[in-house]
């Protein structure tokens, strides 16, 4: 991260002292959520998701420990245009794996006007307390598949915290927008999405679902880093397969992209 001016004032008291790690940013983002967006990328994640194409976040210390006022100084330098163009949106890895980080640079966001979205897996979601949450204008919410037995051998771990988290969002009419990363012969099966797509009907605060394609741009770094990446063959799937699928979400009327 560059040496940025200083905060605006009383927002670099926020959390005064705090660190976290920071894998990375992104200044001008568009794919994760409205307009043009800084990104922060923080590092650490307790999931292990087959398609992961940022396997070099999972742990906290493949990142930089940074003072929670730099993190907020550097938003600050971007502040005159992401504030009528976009917002701020803190991703990862599993941005929930550092919840107190996380609040403090989202409180010290809204007290410089701008629009934050908190981009999580919703596995850690009850670190999300409700002083967080006050602070997330909108949550890109990461379902990677709707039966427990997919999303388990998806990612290697249960999927009842993810939906525990969804209700939840529910319940205080969070706004959500719901992502769903398509992978043929994994995600693709209409009756998985028809069944994903029921319930996220069901919840009343899903505002768009991005169906994502899944792509192989992180597949060297699983390389590079040793590990054994078990999707070499599989390729992107064809716009008719991402066009079915938003089809089928738009079938429960939900707006699929």
């Known amino acids: 991260m560059r040496r940025a001016a200083p905060a605006p004032a009383g927002v670099a008291a926020v959390a005064a002292g705090l660190e976290g790690w920071v894998h990375s940013t992104e200044t001008f983002g568009t794919a994760d959520g409205p307009g043009v967006r800084y990104v922060l990328f923080l590092s650490g994640c307790p999931l292990r998701c087959l398609y992961c194409h940022n396997p070099d976040t999972w742990h906290r210390q493949d990142g930089t420990l940074t003072p929670v006022e730099d993190v907020l100084a550097d938003i600050a330098s971007y502040r005159g245009f992401i504030r009528q163009r976009g917002g701020v949106t803190l991703s990862g890895g599993e941005p929930l794996v550092q919840a107190r980080f996380c609040k403090a640079i989202l409180h010290g966001c809204k007290a410089m006007g701008l629009h934050t979205a908190l981009d999580t ?3 850690l979601g009850s670190l999300a307390d409700s002083e967080l949450l006050a602070d997330v204008d909108l949550v890109l919410l990461d379902i990677k598949a709707a039966s427990g037995r997919l999303f388990h051998k998806l990612t290697g ?24 990363v398509l992978v043929p012969g994994l995600t693709d099966n209409m009756n998985e999405i028809a069944s994903l797509a029921t319930f996220a009907a069901g919840l009343g605060n899903v505002e768009r679902v991005d169906v994502l394609p899944f792509h192989k741009l992180g597949e ?20 008719e397969q991402l066009e079915q699928a938003r089809e089928t979400f738009r079938a429960s009327g939900l707006l699929a992209c």
């Open 157 to 180: 771990v249960e999927i009842a915290p993810t939906i525990q988290f969804a209700e939840d969002l529910a319940a205080i009419n969070k706004a959500v927008w719901l992502r769903y």
């Open 121 to 123: 897996s919703g596995y």
């Open 220 to 239: 060297h770094k699983w390389r590079d880093l040793g590990l054994d990446y078990r999707l070499e063959s599989v390729q992107p799937p064809s716009q």
